[in-house]
């Protein structure tokens, strides 16, 4: 089956979750040294308030990254993402250089965990923390998944062309299910829907029949005990939360039932028992980041059924809105013939900023992303850059210049996904040595892997750094009132520019040029902390550019408490650096032009392209 068409019905990725249960949560290890190129305001813990992540000085927060990694799904490793710790040090340093990610999705396996009903297997859970510890000392904040694809792997055949991921060989077991079969099935997500094992299996769960939700529960719970125990304070202030269950379907209907019913009878109860069981575990104080049905933003009209835990009331600060989302449309070779355009998916995003803020929330988009291999591999580029433009903004690019006030916040999301063992996989697929996986992401066809290692071992980037390693406001003091970026990512040998700046500002579009441009606005607030934009490898200090009310300067100084403008390394010892921007105010519209596109430019410049933001912030946000 060809890779690129392994995810027509966009929404199976991740399943269950990995948890624990200690009845007692214990105490976090020893005091950890400050990160490299920590400053003192880095390393709180993240919390939900005003409908946002914020941090310890009370700045907006905007996570981005990727899933670490699929390989979780696979047998080879024995459930982890990474074949050792070395592996995974080396993954979270180049996702923080080469990706710009300041956060990952950590996928996690019940089967693992829990091999034996009632027996958690706490090596399995050791060597999990110590690879997700790997992620914490290169600063990247991390949530965990219980992952879960198609229920379990022990529901297929040796000899089938499907497999699974998720509970363990007993749990199936005591369904005594039908021998799996996905009839005419052109892509593997129509097992979730038309494979009666798998379907029957998914009802099982949801019903807690055989007492399966009661013992995936117990694990959950020793699970997240036995992390924070594990790591130190510092360490355990970089886990935002826990994503109980991935992707979640009800399997089939009963009598009556509808997806809108399902979800508030059987989904949200089971979503309520989970964050007690993460208050058991002394996670109380993080969000429990709640997926809704998997089909309730489908992009295909047959496909997509009511949901959104429309009937969950104000989530508030306990729990996230946490939803996935594939172009259906461009996965199926079928339903879009062309490439993605400028603010393709402005709709589908700005229908998850809404659901979460009238849920009393926050969002994060726990997987996007698109295949780079097949058949329609070609429509990745434009595909991603549009996901990642409508994170960015509920605005396209040709209108964001006149309508910026129209933004929204910046969405968190993780893309899927970031695996440096793709093509060098060797995996036995449902054990049987006669068909041995070795390349793509040796999963169901599936080729997402944003990275692979090169012949000498070094992790190298699949697809576009332009597109990857972006700028974006990872902590804002106040309110973020408008954000984007133009990556002038490639498709193939094209520019894709889908945000010029516009002639009505020519010292702007001069100074920006050809080159890479982000502009924030955000409305100060009374935090003692500097905001904070990512800057990519292809903003070198030598080659940016800042414009801002607080200050306009080429070649930015070091970071100093005191100064309005500086560059300072993120912490975690990667190379990655960071724009800091200080305001002593509280309640004023500040705005920030960081570029590349100029070398050296004229004092004149500078101040024409300072008075021209100056006038347009005044006449499109207001004060």
């Known amino acids: 089956m060809p890779n690129i068409r392994a995810r027509l019905l966009a929404v199976l990725v991740v399943l269950c979750g990995l948890c624990g249960f200690l009845t007692v949560a214990g105490t976090p290890a020893a005091t950890a040294a400050p990160l490299p190129g920590?400053?003192?305001?880095?390393?709180?813990?993240?919390?939900?308030?005003?409908?946002?992540?914020?941090?310890?000085?009370?700045?907006?927060?905007?996570?981005?990254?990727?899933?670490?990694?699929?390989?979780?799904?696979?047998?080879?490793?024995?459930?982890?993402?990474?074949?050792?710790?070395?592996?995974?040090?080396?993954?979270?340093?180049?996702?923080?250089a080469l990706g710009g990610g300041n956060s990952v999705r950590f996928l996690l396996s019940w089967a693992y965990a829990e091999p034996v009903r009632g027996q958690v297997d706490t090596a399995y859970l050791a060597a999990a923390t110590d690879q997700l510890r790997?992620?914490?000392?290169?600063?990247?904040?991390?949530?965990?998944?219980?992952?879960?694809?198609?229920?379990?792997?022990?529901?297929?055949?040796?000899?089938?062309?499907?497999?699974?991921?998720?509970?363990?060989?007993?749990?199936?077991?005591?369904?005594?299910?039908?021998?799996?079969?996905?009839?005419?099935?052109?892509?593997?997500?129509?097992?979730?829907?038309?494979?009666?094992?798998?379907?029957?299996?998914?009802?099982?769960?949801?019903?807690?029949?055989?007492?399966?939700?009661?013992?995936?529960?117990?694990?959950?719970?020793?699970?997240?005990?036995?992390v924070r125990q594990h790591l130190s304070a510092e360490e355990f202030a970089g886990v935002v939360g826990f994503d109980p269950y991935n992707e979640p379907y009800a399997g089939t209907y009963d009598s009556g039932q509808s997806s809108r019913t399902w979800e508030r009878d059987l989904l949200w109860p089971f979503y309520v028992r989970f964050r007690a069981r993460m208050d058991a575990a002394g996670w109380q104080d993080k969000p429990a980041l709640v997926e809704p049905n998997m089909f309730w933003n489908a992009n295909i009209a047959s496909q997509k059924q009511e949901g959104g835990l429309l009937d969950a009331g104000t989530l508030g600060s306990r729990y996230v809105f946490n939803t996935h989302f594939y172009d259906q449309k461009a996965?199926?070779?079928?339903?879009?013939?062309?490439?993605?355009?400028?603010?393709?998916?402005?709709?589908?995003?700005?229908?998850?900023?809404?659901?979460?803020?009238?849920?009393?929330?926050?969002?994060?988009?726990?997987?996007?992303?698109?295949?780079?291999?097949?058949?329609?591999?070609?429509?990745?580029?434009?595909?991603?850059?549009?996901?990642?433009?409508?994170?960015?903004?509920?605005?396209?690019?040709?209108?964001?210049?006149?309508?910026?006030?129209?933004?929204?916040?910046?969405?968190?999301?993780?893309?899927?996904?970031?695996?440096v063992h793709h093509g060098r996989h060797h995996e036995l697929m449902n054990g049987n040595p006669g068909k041995v996986l070795t390349t793509g992401d040796a999963w169901n066809d599936e080729d997402l892997s944003a990275v692979r290692l090169d012949d000498g071992g070094e992790v190298t980037l699949r697809q576009d750094a332009r597109l990857l390693d972006r700028i974006y406001p990872s902590a804002t003091s106040g309110t973020t009132l408008a954000f984007t970026y133009e990556d002038r990512s490639r498709d193939g040998s094209t520019t894709l520019t889908w945000n010029p700046v516009p002639g009505s500002l020519p010292g702007v579009a001069q100074l920006v040029g050809s080159g890479q441009y982000g502009l924030l606005v955000w409305r100060s607030g009374s935090g003692s902390a500097p905001t904070e934009l990512h800057l990519p490898a292809s903003f070198p200090t030598a080659s940016t550019t800042v414009v801002s009310d607080l200050g306009t300067v080429h070649a930015p100084p070091a970071y100093t408490a005191t100064g309005p403008v500086g560059v300072a390394a993120e912490p975690g010892g990667t190379g990655s650096r960071r724009l800091l921007l200080t305001d002593t105010d509280s309640g004023t519209v500040h705005y920030a032009l960081v570029t590349n596109g100029a070398t050296a430019p004229a004092p004149a410049l500078l101040a024409a392209a300072r008075g021209e933001l100056a006038a347009w912030a005044a006449q499109r946000i207001g004060g």
């Not at 929330?361 to 409508?390: N, R």
């Open 38 to 96: 920590s400053l003192p305001f880095d390393g709180t813990a993240l919390t939900v308030s005003g409908g946002r992540f914020t941090d310890g000085t009370g700045r907006e927060v905007v996570l981005r990254g990727y899933n670490v990694s699929g390989e979780t799904k696979l047998a080879e490793n024995g459930g982890l993402p990474f074949a050792s710790v070395a592996d995974a040090k080396k993954s979270a340093t180049a996702l923080r």
């Open 134 to 226: 790997a992620f914490l000392d290169a600063g990247i904040r991390v949530y965990p998944d219980f992952h879960q694809d198609l229920y379990s792997r022990h529901l297929f055949d040796p000899d089938s062309w499907y497999t699974g991921d998720g509970a363990p060989r007993w749990a199936v077991e005591l369904g005594d299910y039908p021998d799996e079969s996905c009839g005419i099935c052109l892509f593997w997500g129509q097992n979730i829907t038309q494979n009666g094992a798998v379907k029957a299996a998914q009802h099982d769960f949801w019903h807690n029949a055989h007492g399966l939700q009661d013992a995936f529960l117990a694990t959950a719970q020793q699970t997240m005990a036995y």
């Open 331 to 419: 996965i199926s070779a079928i339903l879009m013939w062309g490439k993605a355009a400028d603010g393709q998916y402005a709709a589908d995003f700005a229908a998850v900023r809404d659901r979460a803020a009238a849920a009393g929330t926050t969002a994060v988009v726990s997987e996007f992303g698109h295949p780079l291999a097949g058949t329609v591999s070609d429509k990745a580029p434009t595909v991603l850059k549009a996901m990642y433009q409508a994170l960015d903004s509920r605005v396209k690019g040709a209108a964001w210049w006149t309508n910026p006030a129209g933004s929204g916040p910046v969405l968190s999301g993780s893309q899927w996904q970031w695996d």
